[in-house]
């Protein structure tokens, strides 16, 4: 074994550089998977640190007319009838999903410190549904009034090393009381780390209108689950319901259906309206996956490769050995353990190659904890791959390079035999097929992205600046005129809404029109709102100031709205009631994306108020510069003139394409990570095209030698082998474009807009990876033909 060993130490440093891009080759590889991994474990863990998760479950309902699909908002008191109509639900929980950041103070010896945090309103029973691990306090401190629970986190933030219980949250209407620290929940995770305040015992108790609460069950079994809408339909009194589920309703007359989604499926799940769980897409973790055993695989192919190219320069050794008594079993055993322990070696390597991309802003596309104490399933895991990988990477070779007779062995011509040319060709063609699958599905990533974020929105979000002025809405006006005060500012308006920053941060109202019951989301803005943001109307008119002074208010629905539900100019929404959202149609604009081009836009509408209103509150400024103005001049200003308002508050300022960058922030995660493991696998593929023309032109150099000898030329000499390699890069490009093809057309299914299947991409993967291969194949052969034939003739 030892001389085996001092064997592959004299072929190494006979081809240093091919081996060692062989080693980092493998090096990179077991750190991208173990990397990837560690992606797909935070996506498929999502919602499981929760005591029995499997039997946590969220409601979800869908009515006809009044939704599109399935929504994941209830009224109150249908989601409470809901959870008191079976003994199998041990608990529910509702949310209320409008809740957002607060601002509070802490005083601390008479010195105020302020902080704005998230907060959220849960019903006491929420933390018996989900698993609250408490550090201080007990788990049903909000059903005590005035009570908050806090995440632990937050409690060192506020009160350092001090006991958080009992201290003083100072809120704009009142004082609330920490009731309970829990530990911060992991971050793939429904749950925010935020402050939970109990929510108000009477509010919207009987209010059947008000559907603004997620709800969630626990049930003793998960296999009771099936069961309780059928059993809900039989237990729930009618009569006491709103209009649409009246003593004469029919449940399978109404279409009425209610869902219970496993909490571990939320995470996936996209068929729901006001959903705002963080989502993945299973199509893009199983890409994932499958470029981590793609990566995995093209690194045994190369070293493979590299073994069996080996095969010249250790066969004689190894036949000799084995005539001398050493049997081939034991010769065998020798060379599968060498693979291992290279590939071990190299496992190790790739260790600090994660620790070192971990230290680097790349970790910032992966949400999971890249440390080593966070995954020891997963490093470990990865140990055995490598030992796994080295056994098959190593079996063949072992068994190829010991196989032949001795009398074979002195000819010298087993790496140009037909059935090993034909295991290296074939185990080429695998890393050119995934090579081009790999560019081709990077690229179409890169476009969908460039597309969400570049096309029109139908809006001009140019020079445009947003901020949330919430805590100075009693002086807009003063602040509306001092803003524009500013010679860099052109104008501002303001709405209640952040247009296109979201799929499901908008209301959704359901209204009578001509008798027919409609759904659409509703924007409500300033009169000046489109003239500002640049939308055209169509037809009709747009918003006046006047139009803010009438009793009721107006609608300006957009093409979609119209075609779905007939709409007509200057007819009326409402069922001809005092309700002050009873308002005229006046004008149509085109489907601008309000949402993200992962929905088909939906019917909705821009609307302002009247003077009869439910008191709701434009709180988002949008901020016009002029063009040419002094941007960072501009910020300042307006950060200026806010502080005069409210020093103490931490106003954030946002330029409309930071708006749009965090709507599609998770796709260009993945969609750079998926780009970074491709160049990755692309790299190693090349490193084993690379080693296998460097050994394919060293075993041919007497071949080489003769055909100088005999006349060629040095560039017939490059020809004829870029010829071999390029017939099998065309076969290679023939089977993989329809297979990217593919799974490129499934990835862009999650968008209702995508970019064209352009034509030129697959044509450019073509020319990159035959570009690369020709020059590969070019410098290594230039370097053998340009030798003295005489001498590449003797050193066979």
Known sequence: MLAILKNLVSVARRFQLAAALNILGLSVAFAAFMVIMIQLDYDYGFDKCHKDYDKIFRMEIDIPNFSNGYAGV????????????????????????????????????????????????????????????????????????????????????????????????????????????????????????????????????????????????????????????????????????????????????????????????????????????????????????????????????????????????????????????????????????????????????????????????????????????????????????????????????????????????????????????????????????????????????????????????????????????????????????????????????????????????????????????????????????????????????????????RQIGVYVFNDAARKQFGLELNSSIGDGTEDPTNGEIIGFVPDIKFASFRKTVEPMAFYVWGTQNWGARQNIAYIKLNAGANTRAAISNIQATLSEFDANFPFDLRFYDEVIQRLYEKERALSSLISLFSILAIFISIVGVFGLVVFDSECRRKEIGIRKVLGASTMGIIIMFNKAYFKILLICFIVAAPLAWYAVTRWLENFAYKTPMYWWVYLLALVAVGAITVSTVTFQNWRVANEDPVKSIKSE
């Open 74 to 549: 209830f009224s109150r008191p249908l989601a409470e009838r809901f959870f008191e109509s079976s003994p199998h639900i041990v608990a529910g929980g509702i949310a209320n999903i409008w809740e957002g950041e607060i601002f509070f103070h802490v005083e601390n010896d008479g010195e105020r410190n302020f902080f704005k945090e998230s907060s959220i309103s849960v019903s006491p029973e929420f933390t018996e549904v989900f698993t609250f691990n408490l550090v201080e306090g007990a788990e049903d401190a909000l059903k005590t009034p005035n009570n908050v629970l806090i995440p632990q986190s937050l409690a060192r933030k506020l009160f350092g090393n001090e006991s958080a219980i009992g201290q003083q949250l100072v809120f704009n209407w009142g004082n609330q009381t920490v009731g309970a620290v829990y530990r911060d929940f992991p971050a793939n995770n429904i749950l925010n780390n935020c402050i939970y305040v109990a929510l108000r015992e009477n509010e919207n108790k009987n209010n059947w209108g008000d559907w603004s609460y997620t709800s969630f069950i626990r049930l003793n079994d998960a296999s009771n689950a099936p069961l309780l809408f059928e059993n809900f339909k039989r237990t729930l009194d009618v009569s006491q319901a709103p209009s649409y589920m009246a003593s004469s309703f029919d449940w399978e007359e109404s279409g009425i259906n209610i869902r219970l989604t496993p909490l571990p499926d939320i995470h996936f799940i996209t068929d729901v309206q006001y959903d705002y769980t963080p989502k993945a897409s299973r199509q893009t973790l199983m890409i994932l996956f499958a470029i981590a055993i793609v990566i995995i695989a093209i690194a045994c192919i190369n070293f493979t490769n590299f073994s069996t190219a080996l095969t010249p320069m250790r066969v004689k050794s190894l036949n000799t050995q084995h005539v001398l008594g050493l049997r081939r079993s034991k010769l065998r055993f020798a060379l599968v353990f060498e693979a291992i322990v290279v590939c071990f070696l190299s496992y190790l390597v790739a260790l600090l190659l994660v620790d070192l991309f971990k230290n680097t802003p790349l970790s910032q596309l992966i949400d999971g904890n890249l440390a080593y104490s966070a995954n020891p399933v997963i490093f470990a895991g990865t140990a055995f791959v490598a030992i796994l990988a080295g056994f098959i990477a190593g079996v063949y070779p072992a068994r190829y390079m010991t196989s032949f007779e001795p009398a074979f062995v002195l000819k010298g011509s087993f790496a140009l035999s037909p059935k090993g040319r034909k295991l290296r060709n074939t185990l080429i063609s695998i890393q050119y097929v995934a090579s081009f699958a790999l560019i081709i599905g990077a690229l179409f990533m890169f476009l969908q992205n460039r597309f969400m974020q570049n096309s029109h929105l139908g809006f001009d979000r140019d020079g445009i600046i947003t901020v949330d002025i919430s805590r100075i809405q009693g002086s807009r006006d003063a602040f509306t005129n001092q803003i524009k005060a500013y010679s860099g500012i052109d104008d501002v308006t303001y709405g209640q809404f952040l247009l296109s920053s979201s799929d499901e941060g908008y209301m959704g109202w359901g209204r009578k029109y001509r008798g027919n019951d409609i759904m659409f989301t509703v924007l409500p803005v300033h009169y000046d709102f489109l003239k500002l943001m640049g939308i055209e109307v169509t037809e009709g008119r747009s918003f006046r100031q006047e139009d803010a002074n």
